[in-house]
Nanobody
Framework: QVQLVESGGGLVQAGGSLRLSCAAS????????MAWYRQAPGKQREMVAA???????NYADSVKGRFTINRDNAKNTVYLQMNSLKPEDTAVYYC?????????WGQGTQVTVSS
């Protein structure tokens, strides 16, 4: 079993910053992908950023240059630094872990950006 626990969401004004954290526990293998997704009301869940255990990262075009994903493999933790936040970034943000063709989700954390 794998558990993912997110933290760091909240309310921030446009232009502000937030940092999300996700700690994974349980049967975590050394080779995996950890990612952040988000889902706004009435919209489909979308990938925001992903990072492999080897260090490769990938970002949605909408967040490139503003968000940074990084991970601490020793702590099985992934972070999402979000800068220059916009109202359209408002969503529930979910942590995701993929390993051995299985994926796991956190419970989600709300990020609200006011204009």
């Amino acid at each position: 079993q794998v558990q993912l626990v997110e933290s760091g969401g909240g309310l921030v004004q446009a232009g502000g910053s937030l940092r999300l954290s996700c700690a994974a526990s349980g049967s975590i293998f050394s080779i995996n992908v950890m990612a952040w997704y988000r889902q706004a009301p009435g919209k489909q869940r979308e990938m925001v950023a992903a990072a492999t255990s080897g260090g490769t990262t990938n970002y949605a075009d909408s967040v490139k240059g503003r968000f940074t994903i990084n991970r601490d493999n020793a702590k099985n933790t992934v972070y999402l630094q979000m800068n220059s936040l916009k109202p359209e970034d408002t969503a529930v943000y979910y942590c995701n872990l993929q390993q051995f063709r299985r994926e796991y989700w956190g419970q989600g954390t709300q990020v609200t950006v006011s204009s």
